[in-house]
């Protein structure tokens, strides 16, 4: 098993641009196995997290899996970044109607940015070390997730 860090994300951004990816994009979230929930979920929070905060990630379209991102969080043994996750979320309100995608920005426009910007600090931080968490559950899920034997 790959132990290096960087090799870890290098395989995991190879993979996730590959052909067994893409399905995940354009299947309806129920329709996905679930290691490609947990992949899908935790993937898309850090991409769009990293990219610009929280407010972006429940901005973009990726928002409306929030809600079962702390699941896959879990699935993968981060504690930590579900916690963070969950703070997020409450931000929003427990009545946030996540596949509402208007509902949702309509409520994203009323919150400032600068309202996540201690969570933002706190998953930039890394407490929990995502990428070989996630890297170690595709691995172990190689199979249902289409990962090559070249993963």
Request: charged share 25%; with cysteine.
């Amino acid at each position: 098993m790959i132990t290096d860090r960087r090799e870890m994300n290098q395989r995991l951004v190879k993979f996730a641009s590959g052909p067994a990816t893409r399905r995940l994009w354009g299947v309806d979230y129920a329709a996905l196995s679930r290691p490609e929930q947990v992949f899908l979920c935790i993937w898309e929070l850090e991409s769009e997290v990293n990219n610009g905060g929280f407010h972006q990630y429940f901005y973009n379209d990726s928002g409306k899996l929030a809600p079962y991102a702390v699941d896959a969080l879990h699935t993968v043994g981060a504690q930590q970044a579900a916690t963070i996750v969950e703070q997020a979320i409450e931000l929003l309100g427990a009545d946030m109607p996540w596949n509402d995608e208007s509902a949702r920005t309509e409520r994203l426009e009323a919150i400032s940015p600068e309202v996540f910007e201690s969570l933002d600090e706190a998953f930039y931080q890394y407490p929990d070390d995502l990428t070989t968490m996630l890297y170690r559950y595709t691995d172990e899920h190689r199979t249902e997730l289409g990962a090559g034997d070249d993963f």
